[in-house]
């Protein structure tokens, strides 16, 4: 598929001169990539009035960090089930701030309330990928998406924005979905529930589950096999 970018420098420098009062035009931003098919533009399109959509909600903005985290899981499954799933432009960095930056930097700016002198970059994806606030929707659905259930999202409201970066986006274990999907059940039984672990003792449990990573292949466990390696671990940090 032929689809657009936006490299990161390109980007940085782009929304710095945006935010000093001289932008410049976001076309000559755009490199395209790959081959054949054109990326279709109605995807965007289509993302655009859902999100709208949904901002609509809060016309007052995101007040706290409950509103914070039920716009993401919400968010989370528009993205996910809007954009084609094209792994060779889902898995390029630079499309994710082209779609950012070009497409939907207002809609950055309003999740994080719309700051004078603008969010930090790293939301754009420059210097940080996993901190594109567009491909962090994204894989919040991508890491717990169940297949095997009747609503394949059923999860993506589950957690807390804190827990996904930490736990999940940065941790090799997530590679495998069953286990990501195990970790979120356990530490919240209920979508609406508090968390099962206190914040040092999650932390711990991490660290426990990382150094089993290395030598347990969780890609061929079954997700019940995953909550029972999990239990398992969390019960040796309870009892400590």
């Known amino acids: 598929m032929r689809y657009p970018s936006v490299s990161a420098p390109d980007a940085g420098s782009y929304l710095t001169s945006k935010r ?6 976001t076309e000559g931003l755009v490199k395209f990539k790959g081959s054949g098919a054109e990326f279709p533009d109605s995807s ?3 993302l655009r009035e859902e999100l709208l959509s949904l901002r609509a909600k809060w016309p007052d903005g995101l007040k706290n960090d409950i509103e914070r985290n039920r716009f993401e899981g ?3 499954k528009i993205v996910h089930e809007t954009l084609p799933a094209e792994p060779e432009v889902l898995g390029d960095p630079e499309f994710w701030i082209w779609l950012a930056v070009v497409c ?3 809609l950055v700016e309003w999740r994080y309330g719309n700051k004078e002198g603008g969010t930090k970059q790293a939301n754009y994806g420059v210097g940080s ?8 929707l994204w894989l919040r659905a991508e890491l717990v998406l169940d297949e095997g259930h009747q609503d394949r999202y059923h999860l993506v409201e589950a957690g807390q924005i804190d827990f996904y970066r930490s736990h999940l986006f940065r941790q090799g ?3 495998a979905r069953t286990f990501a999907r195990a970790l ?12 099962h672990l206190k914040i040092q003792q999650i932390r711990d449990l991490v660290k426990r589950l990382r150094r089993l990573r290395t030598n347990l292949l969780l890609e061929i466990l079954h997700e019940e096999e995953c909550r029972a390696v999990i239990e398992m671990e969390a019960a040796v940090i309870v009892a400590a």
């Open 184 to 195: 979120l059940q356990f530490q919240y039984p209920k979508s609406d529930s508090a968390p």
């Open 74 to 76: 919400l968010a989370a």
């Open 129 to 136: 990928r996993n901190e594109n606030l567009l491909y962090r």
């Open 20 to 25: 000093n009062g001289s932008p410049v035009d």
């Open 104 to 106: 939907f930097s207002d």
């Open 44 to 46: 965007v399109e289509e």
């Open 173 to 175: 274990y997530a590679n």
